[in-house]
């Protein structure tokens, strides 16, 4: 994909010399702030030095793909959205996507599959923080297909995410082999803290190429869609705490600006309201994924492109668009409920200071958010973004050093391949802020790393 460097129009700006600062930084491999250089640190778990990381931060490794399900067989790879929705003193549970589009048919117990055909889906694992150790991985949802992101609630479950729209009945061919789905697909599933899913499809929060949900305090579900262009959805629910009982589906509207992908300053803002959806569950439109889309630009819902993470602090939401922006490397846009304004919080100048944001989560005591990196770069890094300072506050907080020869794992020795490319994803912060946990897309595992993050 064609991406520009440093925005020519921007060498006058204000923000001109901390843009350049950035890039020089990061051409030598320092990061411009935050909490020092990378090196490669050893994994507790393996020994190996599966990530970069700045001094005094510390990881353990745990979930790999391919090791042993609790209930029947085997954690599946392409690991990607991730929250917890439980706490017990040291010991987390994570619910954690797989987004796999495949028809070899699910995993986990039968109750918890949609269409047993498909492959994506969940696991649920239990991580002891005080020991370092995964206690139990089970599967938890399955049956679902290209499960990217999702969300937690505020009652501890998960939101799983389907980043597909397909009609039921649908046919093709995966990986030279023919398929036929027998229920339709694009929809959000919730999974339980404890036990499995019961895979009832969340028609109200409609059929889209669903990325990331967020319940605010009052029950409202916000949505980010990932496609080009997408969309930025509410659902105002019609009994808090009950998704399954409905609600009425909303497409932001930002007042004058009906496309807000590119041609933007950051710092800009909008006022906005909302366009109401009639039929949410009727997903398949003009090129057989955009119904819900089309219905909201028809009444002059904006339009962004590849909307991502999403995540909340205090009457404030933040979300990513992958490619926006001028240079197409990126976006963070900030929405105030309580005011109803979107903001252009932050825009990438180019790939080589901020490339691709992905996934995002909002450190719980201090005003950092981390950001994952989802790009065409042949090593991915995991941001630090301060809340106050623009892209001059942007940082490397980790890079993805995952390099396998073979035979270096115990239960994988056969496990080998260059895996730096592979995006983070699933970045989450415990409660008290000590501990992030994230994923590696491929192979397929997650980290619990431990830092001075307030320092």
Same mark, same amino acid.
């Given at each position: 994909m064609q991406r520009r460097p440093l925005l020519q129009a921007l060498a006058l700006s204000? !923000?001109?010399?901390?843009?350049? *600062? %950035?890039a020089q930084t990061r051409q030598h491999g320092r990061p411009a702030a935050g909490y020092g250089p990378l090196r490669p640190v050893a994994d507790e778990a393996t020994g190996l030095p599966l990530l970069m990381l700045p001094e005094g931060f510390r990881y353990r490794s745990f979930g790999w793909a391919g090791e042993a399900l609790a209930n029947g067989g085997v954690v599946p790879d392409a690991a990607d959205g991730m929250g917890i929705v439980k706490t017990e003193g040291e010991v987390f549970t994570l619910v954690r996507n797989h987004e796999i589009f495949g028809t070899g048919g699910g995993f986990g117990p039968a109750a918890s599959q949609y269409d047993a055909r498909c492959d994506g889906g969940t696991v649920t694992l239990r991580y002891d923080r005080a020991a370092g150790k995964l206690l139990e991985v089970r599967g938890s949802l399955s049956g679902t297909l290209v499960n990217c992101a999702g969300g937690i609630t505020p009652w501890g479950s998960w939101l799983s995410c389907e980043e597909i729209v397909t009609p039921a009945g649908h046919a093709g061919q995966a990986r030279g082999k023919p398929f036929r789905l027998e229920k /339709?697909?694009?929809?959000?599933?919730?999974? /339980? @803290?404890?036990? #499995? %899913?019961? @895979?009832r499809a969340l028609t109200a929060l409609g059929q889209f190429k669903h990325e990331a949900a967020l319940v605010d @305090?009052?029950? *409202?579900?916000? &949505?980010?869609?990932?496609?080009?262009p997408a969309g930025f959805y509410r659902l105002l629910p019609a009994k808090k705490g009950d998704l399954a009982a409905g609600g009425r589906l909303q497409m932001l509207r930002a007042r004058k600006a009906p496309d807000l992908r590119s041609g933007l300053k950051p710092g800009q803002q909008f006022d906005v309201d909302w366009v109401d959806i009639e039929r949410p569950a009727?997903?398949?439109?003009g090129n057989g994924h955009n119904g819900v889309l089309l219905q909201g630009q028809a009444q002059g819902g904006s339009l962004f492109t590849r909307l991502e993470g &999403?995540? #909340?602090?205090?009457?404030? !939401?933040?979300? *990513?668009?992958t490619d926006g922006g001028d240079a197409k #490397?990126?976006?963070?846009?900030?929405?105030? /409920?309580?005011?109803?304004? &979107?903001?252009l919080? &932050?825009?990438? /100048?180019?790939a080589s200071v901020f490339d691709y944001p992905d996934n995002l989560c909002l450190h719980p005591r201090s005003d950092l958010i981390v950001v994952c990196e989802d790009s065409k770069?042949?090593?991915q890094r995991l941001y630090g973004l301060k809340r106050g300072g623009g892209l001059a506050g942007l940082f490397e907080l980790a890079r993805n050093n995952v390099q396998l020869a073979g035979g270096e794992l115990e239960k994988q020795p056969g496990l080998k391949g260059d895996f730096r490319g592979a995006e983070w994803a699933g970045t989450c912060f415990s409660a008290d802020g000590k501990t992030l946990f994230a994923n590696v897309y491929r192979p397929g595992f997650t980290v619990a790393i431990t830092g001075p993050f307030t320092g």
């Open positions: 204000p !923000l001109a010399s901390a843009f350049a *600062t %950035s /339709p697909h694009g929809f959000v599933f919730e999974v /339980p @803290a404890d036990g #499995a %899913s019961n @895979a @305090a009052d029950g *409202t579900v916000y &949505l980010t869609e990932d496609a080009r009727d997903g398949v439109g &999403l995540d #909340a602090g205090r009457d404030e !939401l933040f979300f *990513t668009s #490397a990126g976006q963070v846009w900030r929405f105030i /409920p309580s005011q109803q304004r &979107l903001e919080f &932050l825009e990438s /100048p180019g770069q042949p090593v």
